[in-house]
């Protein structure tokens, strides 16, 4: 898996999904095409939030 800043498709395969915030890329033909977008360190991960309380069914579906 590939970490970018900026992910695009690579073939017609390749599909984009968006999940957490996050764009990624998957590719049922090749799976070196599979990206992600963001930073490779922890500190770019997205932050889970503490009470899922607080944010009533704003959930993504993936
Ligand atoms: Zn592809």
Redesign the pocket.
Known sequence: MRVRSAVK???D??RVVKRRGRLFIV?K??PK?KQRQGYHTLAGEVPVPLEPSVLPAQIPFR
């Open positions: 498709r690579l073939c395969a390749c590719c033909t090749n095409h």
